[in-house]
């Protein structure tokens, strides 16, 4: 995660001068930040096991990044809810739920052969190594079908219609403004 953060820096920073700029509308601002920004610092994050701290240190790179293309000094009191709205993100959490359900979605479609669709049924056997255990992206996506109070069966059925997965996915997550 460091590496993607600092990745996701060095990015911001080389487009220094254009934040900086005052001739360029906050809009293309901000389209050029989540095409040349956040897309290197989400690359495949959905396939993480991401963890709530993980997460908030994404979301504390964006607000500080955004802040930045808004000349909100520090001094300034605002909160995170209204930076979202005047820049129209969403938060990092959602943003990640959101890629995460659409690649289960898309490793849903492959065909039956496929490693990636294999790993969602896969029962490792033999014995586990003591302590707790590993979180791992099988798990994760058990607790997310779990916690969108579905069954996998179902899931599975509206993953094979594009067109019905995006409406379950957007009934998780609204798309953003």
């Not at 001739?23 to 930040?33: N, V």
């Not at 920004?37 to 955004?66: D, H, P």
């Not at 943003?95 to 496929?114: A, F, Q």
Request: with cysteine.
């Amino acid at each position: 995660m460091k590496a993607r953060i600092g990745k996701a820096q060095a990015a911001f920073i080389t487009l220094g001068r254009f934040w900086k700029a005052r001739d360029i509308s906050l809009k293309t601002k901000l389209r050029i930040f989540n095409s040349n920004v956040k897309s290197v610092l989400l690359y495949g994050f959905e396939a993480w096991n991401a963890s709530t701290t993980c997460t908030k240190r994404i979301q504390v790179f964006i607000n500080r990044c955004l802040r930045r293309i808004l000349r909100i000094k520090w001094t300034d009191k605002i909160s995170n809810e209204s930076l979202w709205e005047r820049t129209r993100q969403i938060p990092a959490g959602d943003e990640i739920g959101r890629r995460r359900w659409r690649w289960i979605g898309h490793t849903l479609r492959k065909p039956c052969g496929s490693i990636t669709k294999n790993v969602l049924d896969w029962n490792p056997q033999g014995k586990r190594s003591r302590g707790r255990p590993r979180g791992t992206w099988r798990r994760v996506t058990d607790n997310d079908v779990k916690d969108s109070g579905h069954k996998w069966n179902h899931v599975k059925r509206v993953a094979q219609d594009r067109e019905r997965w995006r409406g379950f996915v957007d009934g998780l997550y609204p798309a953003p403004r």
